[in-house]
């Protein structure tokens, strides 16, 4: 069964950085593509960004939102995706989803970052 | 960048009746590459349709997805009071990966 675990999220000021992580499992994660999606409270879902698997290149698109800020990385060896962000913003404050396609997508519960002072 | 638009923004219905949900897309999409998903306040997406018309293991046959180039749609033969939530398509055939602004279903 995939099963897709992120950690991370919590509360942190505008400017800091943040590192989230995506534990996976039930699936040959090396072989994936992961992507990140968030949603903002009260708000509609949004693409971050992908990261192919390595054998594809490994390489990562993000939304033009997050570009330039947003580093999607990959530890095949951990079954770990994360996600870097920095200089966080008040407009980050969303739920964060990692999720993959296998015969249909699949998502962690998520995890809530909330930028504040 | 393909641009999704769904419709209508709020649909409302009662249980019993037929839902229709629209999603078109600005650029042809992808080897039919569209998922559709429900959320409920609080719950990540469940999804749904991928492939434009495959149904996700476990969802009811009375939902269905049909659809190819631009035009998609999502249909709820007979809606279940649990039906009654918030609804996403995303197209992911070309990078980057968008999503619909989202259709919200609503008991009449």
């Known amino acids: 069964e995939v099963q897709l675990v992120e950690s991370g999220g919590g509360l942190v000021k505008p400017g800091e950085s943040l590192r989230l992580s995506c534990a996976a499992s039930?699936?040959?994660?090396?072989?994936?593509?992961m992507s990140w999606v968030r949603q903002a409270p009260g708000k509609g879902l949004e693409w971050v960004g992908r990261?192919?698997?390595?054998?594809?290149?490994?390489?990562?698109d993000y939304a033009a939102p997050v570009k330039g800020r947003f580093i999607i990385s990959r530890d095949d060896s951990k079954n770990t995706l994360y996600l870097q962000i920095n200089s966080l913003k008040t407009e980050d404050t969303a739920v964060y989803y990692c999720?993959?396609?296998?015969?249909?997508?699949?998502w962690g519960q998520g995890t809530l970052v909330t930028v504040s002072s | 960048e393909i641009v999704l638009t769904q419709s209508p923004g709020t649909l409302s219905l009662s249980p019993g009746e037929r839902a229709t949900l629209s999603c078109r897309a600005s650029?042809?999409?992808?080897?039919?590459?569209l998922a559709w998903y429900q959320q409920t306040p609080g719950q990540a997406p469940r999804l749904l349709m991928y492939?434009?018309?495959s149904r996700a293991t476990g969802i009811p046959d009375r939902f269905s997805g049909s659809g190819s180039g631009t035009d998609f749609t999502l249909t709820i033969s007979r809606l279940e009071p649990e039906d009654f939530a918030m609804y996403y398509c995303?197209?992911?055939?070309?990078?980057?990966?968008?999503f619909g602004q989202g259709t919200k279903l609503e008991i009449k």
């Open positions: 999720t993959t396609f296998s015969s249909g997508w699949y």
């Open positions: 039930g699936f040959t994660f090396s072989n994936a593509w």
């Open positions: 990261i192919k698997s390595k054998t594809d290149g490994g390489t990562t």
């Open positions: 650029q042809s999409v992808s080897s039919s590459k």
């Open positions: 492939g434009a018309s």
């Open positions: 995303q197209q992911y055939g070309s990078s980057p990966y968008t």
